[in-house]
């Protein structure tokens, strides 16, 4: 992993509105930060696992760049990469991360991972 | 009935200041103890919360009213969503209502109860209404059986909707009559209402049950919503982009069991069905477990714009929106 990717995704939580934030890498290992009471990284690693899961007929019908889950009281967004990559941010409505969430699936978009 | 025994307190002091202490007031912390106050058959009124400890709002709404047929029930709720206020009214509540910020908001709502329990209370002042919409109107109206004549103004008098006891006998908007002055009375945003005493009309245009005609104008609402949204031109509270404006390439809306409503442009129904389907399905089981609140909707950006679903409990939605060219 590039460092430029290491530091930007741990500079993810400092985002304000960031709940979560995982990762799938390519070798298929998880990681994540999030809040420890309400995401912790075992809950982070169960949720990105089965909406990967859920993203995979999505992918196939629609090549979709990002998709996004608005719940009432957050938004999850995922961001597929053609390296294998699969990035999860959990952001809380009408915050600075959830009005750029567009730029941060861009910049993962943009990060070389090798 | 609600789990926080302040608001509860609080509430039953208002309704009992409200009232000139006419009011006899029951309060339960949870379903059990709601369902026995009920038994007794003396509560003619029963103010739920949304979310009631022990049991599911609908499941309890029809409890009480196999307890007791003629029970009122109103439903309130902190941030009343279209869903909340649907699934309720459908199970039988009678209201649905945001729970008051404010002494205003309390009053507004204590008349509200009134009408719809059948209390007389004096309604002067039209700013009492508020949270109260013309849906809920009519339908307290319908329900109570009463005549009346609603009266839609935005600025001036819009129309008027003619109800005798309880039967939606006539609508006017303009130079539209009938079911499509109803609905389009229905569908008018940002206006006020006024409840006047019934008059004979000057002709009778309707003759559908007033459960159809409400139901008529939700779907309306709904599909021009969604098409609005979809297009880009409004957003939702949980609106997730902020893209410019596109033109829906693709509609399909379902019930909730999977009956086609409304397609344009679907070339494939059945596999979008089949897809909102599988969401609905796997989101119900993994949601709960985010503490999110419901599933407003799935948007996925494509190549060339956007899809949108929505897995709700009584509508799936599907609709393609395609990005609107910059020099089109």
């Known amino acids: 992993m590039k460092t430029d990717f290491k530091t930007w995704f741990a500079s993810l939580p400092a985002v304000p509105g960031v709940i979560a934030c995982g990762v799938r890498q390519a070798n298929g290992k998880w990681g994540g930060f999030g809040d420890e009471k309400k995401f912790p990284a075992e809950k982070i690693e169960k949720v990105l696992k089965q909406f990967a899961e859920l993203h995979e007929p999505l992918a196939a019908d629609f090549y979709p760049r990002w998709t996004t889950w608005a719940f009432e009281y957050g938004q999850l967004r995922f961001v597929p990469r053609p390296d294998k990559w699969l990035l999860m941010l959990l952001v809380s409505p009408e915050t600075e991360a959830a009005q750029n969430l567009d730029q941060l699936s861009e910049k993962f978009l943009a990060l070389s991972a090798k | ?328």
Not at chain 2, 33 to 59: N, R, Y
Not at chain 2, 137 to 143: A, R, S
Not at chain 2, 219 to 237: D, I, K, P, T, Y
């Open chain 2, 1 to 328: 009935m609600d789990a926080d025994r302040d608001y509860l307190a609080a509430v039953g002091d208002a309704f009992l200041w409200l009232s000139e202490n006419t009011w006899q007031i029951h309060t339960a912390t949870g379903a059990t103890p709601a369902l026995a106050a009920v038994e007794t058959g003396k509560i003619q009124l029963a103010i739920l919360d949304v979310q009631p400890a022990g049991s599911d709002v609908v499941e309890l709404i029809n409890q009480l009213l196999q307890q007791q047929p003629k029970l009122k029930v109103v439903v309130m709720a902190g941030t009343a969503t279209e869903e909340k206020r649907a699934t309720s009214l459908a199970a039988g509540a009678g209201l649905f209502l945001e729970k008051p910020m404010s002494p205003e908001g309390m009053k507004a709502i204590f008349q509200s109860l009134c009408e719809l329990a059948g209390w007389a209370v004096p309604l002067t002042n039209p700013a009492a209404r508020r949270g109260v919409t013309i849906t809920d109107l009519i339908h307290i109206e319908c329900q109570a059986r009463n005549s009346s004549v609603l009266e839609i103004f935005r600025e001036h008098s819009l129309g008027r909707i003619y109800i005798e006891e309880g039967q939606i006998i006539h609508a006017i908007c303009g130079e539209l009559s009938g079911e499509v002055a109803f609905q389009k009375l229905l569908g008018i945003a940002g206006g006020t209402f006024e409840l006047r005493d019934f008059e004979l009309p000057p002709e009778r245009t309707l003759n559908r049950t007033w459960e159809y005609l409400l139901g008529e104008a939700t779907r309306q609402r709904e599909l021009s919503e969604f098409r609005a949204r979809a297009s880009g031109m409004v957003s939702g509270s949980a609106a997730v982009s902020t893209e410019p404006a596109g033109q829906a390439s693709e509609l399909l809306i379902c019930s909730g069991t999977g009956e086609m409503l409304y397609q344009w442009q679907c070339a494939d129904a059945a596999a979008r069905l089949g897809l909102l389907q599988k969401i609905a399905q796997r989101a119900e089981t993994l949601i709960p477990e985010l503490q999110l609140g419901k599933l407003d909707r799935l948007e996925l950006q494509l190549a060339d714009g956007r899809a949108i679903l929505q897995p709700r409990a009584d509508r799936l939605v599907f609709a393609r929106v395609a990005d609107r060219a910059v020099n089109a």
